[in-house]
Nanobody, 119 residues
Framework: DVQLQASGGGLVQTGGSLRLSCSAS????????IGWFRQAPGKEREGVSC???????YYADSMKGRFTISRDNAKNTMYLQMNDLKPEDTAVYYC?????????????WGKGTQVTVSS
């Protein structure tokens, strides 16, 4: 069965850092781009970034600069390094997969991990 499991969320102060992980199983990891999305309370889900099987990356315009996406194909794991976190980054973060390097039309979603940034 396909599985995507996000982890690494938590409570951090403004200006702090977190690294999220997304562990994958049940499919050929390198055949897919894996993306991060987030949903804040009362807001629509938004795309953050995605990384292709060969390491090409894409970032939503508003996410450039503080976030870095990467993947370790040997470990079937993708990461999101988040630096200089702000209260507006508070959200549930999800990972999802797609054959293409886009932040839409994802064909499988994992459960999210909560990130809370205190002011």
């Amino acid at each position: 069965d396909v599985q995507l499991q996000a982890s690494g969320g938590g409570l951090v102060q403004t200006g702090g850092s977190l690294r999220l992980s997304c562990s994958a199983s049940g499919f050929t990891f390198t055949d897919y781009s894996i993306g991060w999305f987030r949903q804040a309370p009362g807001k629509e889900r938004e795309g953050v970034s995605c990384v292709s099987g060969i390491g090409d990356t894409y970032y939503a315009d508003s996410m450039k600069g503080r976030f870095t996406i990467s993947r370790d194909n040997a470990k079937n794991t993708m990461y999101l390094q988040m630096n200089d976190l702000k209260p507006e980054d508070t959200a549930v973060y999800y990972c999802a997969k797609n054959p293409s390097l886009v932040l839409s039309g994802m064909d499988y979603w994992g459960k999210g991990t909560q990130v809370t940034v205190s002011s």
